[in-house]
T-cell receptor, first 114, second 112 residues
Framework: EAGVAQSPRYKIIEKRQSVAFWCNPI?????LYWYQQILGQGPKLLIQ????????DSQLPKDRFSAERLKGVDSTLKIQPAKLEDSAVYLC????????????FGQGTRLTVV | GNSVTQMEGPVTLSEEAFLTINCTYT??????LFWYVQYPGEGLQLLLK?????DKGSNKGFEATYRKETTSFHLEKGSVQVSDSAVYFC???????????FGTGTSLTVIP
């Protein structure tokens, strides 16, 4: 079965510019997560979708970050305007069911803000 | 609240040495527990999981036992290989909210 697809793999932008990341989860997976992973740290949840509804966005910096999940499938995460501290790997993950199932991760997008 | 605490790295071992990476957790209710591995330049991959107390997850020679009494899920391998060099993340998932909580990761380097 196809895995979680993310694009682009790498992105370099200047501060105050905008950027968007795309994620295509595994078919049939209702739950989709976006995580931010800063070098040397564990993944930090930014937003969680259940189908096309937001379950948790408590750690999403809403003044600059936004995310949507179209028709409960693909998702995009946008940053506008970017700051230097946004440099990180952005991971998308999807999950079929609940407590006993694992999340499947994409390869991530490495963002560098200069 | 829910959280995961992992032993800090980095860890450097010689090939064929015994590996233990400690993980303890705090959770409301009864979580499922996971170990994920991240190889250089790649996303996280599931290594093993356990869904209830006293369950043992195992894969590729790695093992971890869900210990409810000590709220721990330590990762072990009897004989590490160079190819095991990676970052290892302990994680838990709770019934409420269907969320994952990750530890900070432990970097392992195995030298020949």
């Amino acid at each position: 079965e196809a895995g979680v697809a993310q694009s682009p793999r790498y992105k370099i932008i200047e501060k105050r510019q905008s950027v968007a990341f795309w994620c295509n989860p595994i078919s049939g997976h209702a739950t989709l997560y976006w995580y931010q992973q800063i070098l040397g740290q564990g993944p930090k949840l930014l937003i969680q979708f259940q189908n096309n509804g937001v379950v948790d966005d408590s750690q999403l910096p809403k003044d600059r970050f936004s995310a949507e999940r179209l028709k409960g499938v693909d998702s995009t995460l946008k940053i506008q305007p970017a700051k230097l501290e946004d440099s990180a790997v952005y991971l998308c993950a999807s999950r079929e069911g609940g407590l006993y199932t694992e999340a499947f991760f994409g390869q991530g997008t490495r963002l560098t803000v200069v | 609240g829910n959280s995961v605490t992992q032993m800090e790295g980095p860890v450097t071992l010689s090939e064929e040495a015994f590996l233990t990476i400690n993980c303890t957790y705090t959770a409301t209710g009864y979580p499922s527990l996971f170990w994920y591995v991240q190889y250089p330049g790649e996303g996280l991959q599931l290594l093993l999981k356990a869904t209830k107390a006293d369950d043992k997850g195992s894969n590729k020679g790695f093992e971890a036992t869900y210990r409810k009494e000590t709220t721990s899920f330590h990762l072990e391998k009897g004989s590490v290989q160079v190819s095991d060099s990676a970052v290892y993340f302990c994680a838990l998932s709770t019934y409420t909210g269907n969320q994952f909580y990750f530890g900070t990761g432990t970097s392992l380097t195995v030298i020949p």
